[in-house]
């Protein structure tokens, strides 16, 4: 069973930075694929981040490219998502979330496959609200 709890949200002005942080429990197969999503109430949902644990590589949104690093420390079982110049639009609740389902079909880990389907991923953690102030 996998479990993701995230922490480090919180409000900054804009032009500041957060690191968000989402420890990760369970099985390194199922949770092989994580990424980073945020949710605007009556917005739809937006993968921003994906990283691939399997080769280190990483996939951004254009949206927070350059601005958001995405990484893992496998040791400590824990997935971070560092904002930087962080901007009023970036307010959301952000989660992380893993796809196993990218790894049993030997994809790479993006964005694109992740986000293919109406389903996504299939674990979720229960989000950390952003809010950035202008």
């Known amino acids: 069973q996998v479990q993701l709890m995230e922490s480090g949200g919180g409000s900054v002005q804009s032009g500041g930075s957060l690191t968000l942080s989402c420890q990760i429990s369970?099985?390194?197969?199922?949770?092989?694929?994580m990424v980073w999503v945020r949710q605007v109430p009556g917005k739809e949902r937006e993968g921003i981040a994906a990283?691939?644990?399997?080769?280190?590589?990483?996939d951004y949104s254009d949206n927070v490219k350059g601005r958001f690093t995405i990484s893992r420390n496998s040791d400590k079982n824990t997935l971070y998502l560092t904002m930087d110049n962080l901007k009023p639009e970036d307010s959301a609740m952000y989660f992380c979330?893993?796809?196993?389902?990218?790894?049993?079909?030997?994809?790479?880990?993006?964005?694109?496959?992740?986000?293919?389907?109406?389903?996504?991923?299939?674990?979720w953690g229960q989000g950390t609200q952003v809010t950035v102030s202008s």
């Open positions: 369970g099985d390194r197969f199922s949770t092989s694929c």
């Open positions: 990283i691939d644990s399997d080769d280190g590589s990483t």
């Open positions: 979330a893993a796809d196993s389902a990218v790894p049993r079909a030997r994809l790479r880990c993006r964005l694109s496959t992740v986000f293919w389907g109406p389903t996504g991923p299939d674990y």
